[in-house]
């Protein structure tokens, strides 16, 4: 009972999400945090193989961060804030996926005091093109 304290309320809604980290990622674990008290239930996979996770997702080359989550039929990859899941997983658009590619300051699980750049969380295609799903900050 008292491990159950530790995280918020699941909301069983929302589908389970699987987080593939690399052992030596940090910020990862603030993203999870992020997700899991927006109503996710978050596995975590530790692994050395994120190469081939991103490949098998269908994350595009340049488009990556340092983690991929899985959720539904989509990949989530990075820092992309859960409001922006939740309305992927509302809407369901024909698509691989999110993406917010890099480690931008002021993202989810980025945070570093008051420092924050405007970001975009980009939509991946079938097709491997993106587009703006949704615009944060300035």
Known sequence: PAAA?????VDPSLPKVVAYRSPTCGCCELWIEHMRASGFDVA??????MPAIKASSGVPTGADSC???????YFIEG???ASDVKRLLATRPDARG????GM???SPGMEQG????????????????????AHHGD
């Open 44 to 49: 975590v996979e530790t692994t050395n193989q």
């Open 5 to 9: 304290a530790d995280h918020p309320q």
């Open 67 to 73: 983690h991929t989550a899985k959720v539904g039929d």
């Open 98 to 101: 999110l993406t917010v590619p």
């Open 79 to 81: 820092h992309v804030p």
């Open 114 to 133: 008051n420092v924050s750049r405007p970001y975009d969380v980009l939509l991946v295609a079938r097709d491997g093109s993106t587009s703006v799903f």
């Open 104 to 106: 931008v300051p002021g």
